[in-house]
């Protein structure tokens, strides 16, 4: 089959629509009763936060060039109307099927396990009491509720913020009746309210604010009749355009551009299943979404915010078990990481490895009077870093401390901007990285004077610098004093704090100008030994596979005999099984207690076997649009440990993997006859025994 044959639509899934299947995936966790119960609850809240962030940008981006026209199609050559019409299928399943799992199965779970979320039937005259006193005292005072009137024009709704419109009858103090009304629900007040336990005779009682908004709802209209009060949301586009040819100062215009996100163009509308029609269409017209914008819910709004619960029962038989995340022995045995350094390159595993050892590298490097220079690229950090604490310190000790900030960093934005001012004002060289490519390496670059010579230290990741997530999320982080590797993180450096041309790098990949090139280059080997009759086999994991030109030589690949196995947890545009073109290529994902985050590339090689980590996933936009780094593994101890267990544990998963199947869906693997094997739970075993 030539080039030509392989770009044919059919073989090529919709992105958006992959990504709805990851979210399947994710409800599928909360409706597993193998797995501890808040936990369940937990990945309904995710798989809500999720939809969120797909409508604020996913549809939103649909919705902007179904407006404009746009034929521009993907590889699958749908044009987005087609796309839009799809997805909302699709998304009212998913919905539906959400929802679902939460009254007919995490609820009733909850209330055996004595957890109980009370509907305003159930409140027994002590709750009531307390509920009454708690809205006057801490609800009643803030709440601004707003008559439609020509005085009172519909408000300004902002985005996933929680609403209610209200239904009246009669005419109030000045003569009129309008006949609606809409109440915001205060931002300042937490979603999830817990009943006091002499209320509660021993059960963890929650109520919803919404609920309480709703008992009490007649007090904020006195004289009126209150016919109906239901509940509603409203998602936006939240995708910041910033006209990169324009801009001159990137902080200023995203400064400028942030505030508009909370009251950009609606894509979508939320209400409670018992709102009549003539009110949601009332609200469809004034968001300008059309019916299939509209999901009725049988339930909150914010599925989301039900994470509270989670955090509010101590209950840690209902929770994953804790554990302690491992510390390789030699950082155990000498504390100074520059001398452990000396004799090999540390490769940590996270979560099952701990994160302490890279803020130790940073605070060592901070406090020690033979370090000259720290360079460091942040995404994501969270508040109160202590990798940001510790480049403020080296700042004030007059160390030539360089950040690059990725200011766009979605959602994270504002923080960012924040991050940069405290860092500046610290001493430090705040840099926002090359307008119109993302910055979403992840580098420390420490030059340490030893003797009469200066040593590069070098800390490369496939995730963020940021210590909450790090005990959430899969990533690799490589400490070494490697000299070509530290050579070349100067040189990318250079690339985002200064001006010229991109020099060659001995060791390192780089997007966007050779790491789709060398992972080209590695495939074509791997076809090359295929079609010489030798072993072949490529092994990939990641978040994403949707560049069509990787996708091409994969098939490539498995036409000529390669072995191809792929670990992609989200987004997979590539078809298996496809006859004469990918029998060769088998696709899981796994969905388990961390989020698999690690982007990990094999390549047989004869034999060599070579493997890299990388920030990138094989994405176009990584490969292109971004600065990305990809490093290889070269220690066979370390290669071999990412080679076990940072891909075989995975395709030897059979209770957390999910196969990709020829049309698109994925089926979850069972166990059958061999012993159950959760590649988690293996490393976790493995490092934390």
Known sequence: MDIADLKNPTLYINRELSLLEFNRRVIEQAKDENL????????????STNLDEFFEIRV????????????????????????MGRVSETTHQVVNEQYS??????????????????????????????????FNAEVLPILSPIGLDPAHPFPRVLNKNLYFIISLEG????????GLAIVQAPRSLPRVVQVPSKCSNGNHDFVML???????????????????????????????????????????????ELPSRRFSNAVRLEVADNCPDHLS???????????????RVSGPVNLGRLLAICDLVDRPELKFSGFTPDIPNRMVKNTNIFEVLHNGDILLHHPFQSFAPVVDFLRQASNDPNVLSIKQTLYRTGADSAVVEALKVAARAGKEVTVVIELRARFDEEANIELASELQKAGAHVVYGVVGFKTHAKMILVVRREGRTLCRYVHLGTGNYHARTARLYTDYGLLTCDKAIGEDVNKLFHQLTGLGRAGKLKKLL????????????????????????KKAWIIAKMNALVDPEIIMALYRASQAGVK??????????????????????????IVGRFLEHTRVYYFYRGGEESVFCSSADWMTRNLYHRVEVCFPIEEKRTSDSVIAYGLLSYLSDNTQAWVLQNDGSYKRTKPGTQKPRSAQLHILEHFCE
Request: net charge neutral; proline share 4%; glycine share 6%.
């Open 171 to 178: 005419k109030d103090a000045f003569g009129r009746e309008s």
């Open 510 to 533: 780089q997007s966007p100008f050779t790491l789709q090139k060398a992972m080209l280059s590695y495939i074509e080997d791997e076809i090359k030994a295929a079609n010489n009759g």
């Open 36 to 47: 501890p119960l808040l936990e369940r609850l937990r990945f309904l809240c995710i798989a």
């Open 101 to 134: 799992v939460w009254n007919d199965m995490i609820i009733p779970a909850l209330a055996k396990d004595k957890i109980r979320l009370l509907r305003r039937s159930h409140w027994k005259p002590m709750v009531s009491r307390w509920i009454q006193r708690y």
């Open 210 to 256: 919404s609920s309480i908004i709703h008992a009490h709802v007649k007090d904020l209209f006195p004289g009126m009749n209150v016919l109906g009060c239901y509940q509603f949301k409203v998602t936006r586009d939240s995708d910041l355009l910033i006209d990169d040819e324009e801009v001159d100062d990137l902080l200023r215009a995203l400064e400028g």
């Open 60 to 83: 939103a981006g649909l919705k902007q060039q179904i407006k404009y026209g746009s034929v521009q199609t993907g590889a699958d050559n749908l044009l987005p109307a087609e796309v």
């Open 564 to 589: 191809v196995d792929l670990i992609i947890r989200g987004i997979c545009c590539l078809r298996p099984d496809v006859k004469g073109v990918s029998e060769n290529i088998h696709v899981r994902s």
């Open 281 to 295: 269409d009332f609200l469809l017209q004034k968001f300008e979404l059309e019916k299939a914008d509209l999901y």
